[in-house]
């Protein structure tokens, strides 16, 4: 184990992870012509119109933990490249309601195709994506998404420095 790693808090190990899966995710998505962003949202939509869901962009902003505008940002992009189209919501005409076109789709299938096989490579120190050590790190993730988080607005250095003078 790398010395930077040893002692390391939980909170560290969690984004040398995410950095690490995020950067290969990148690198195995890019012949594709996608960025991990466009992954996450392409193959989430994927996903739930399997499901018989046509979400907003503001459901799958929800879905995938991206912020809405970059949502947005990133749907307008996969827009022009031809992967996905964007409609408002007969029920909603604020909402805009996103679906992969037939070219979207293949390329989603391709990508988690790729994405499946390099999630089994990253994981085969735990048995692979289906060994019981993978399953229960599944679990201790999914337990720690579900703490809502309440982050105190720090206050600016001014505003600090004001009330000290008050």
Known sequence: MSSVIEGATPGFLVWRLSMKWRVAVDRAVAPLGLTHAQYALVASLYGMRRDGLRPS?????????????????????????????????????????????????????????????????????LGGLDGARAQEFAREVTTLLAVPIDVPLVPSTEQAHEKEQS
């Open 57 to 125: 962009q503001r459901q799958l902003a929800d879905h995938t933990g991206l912020e809405a505008l970059y949502v947005s940002k990133l749907a307008r992009a996969l827009e022009t490249a031809g992967l996905l189209e964007r409609a408002r919501d007969p029920r909603d005409p604020r909402a805009v309601q996103l679906a992969l076109t037939e070219q979207g789709r293949e390329v989603t299938r391709r990508a988690i195709e790729v994405v499946q096989g390099l999630m089994g490579q990253l994981l085969e120190p």
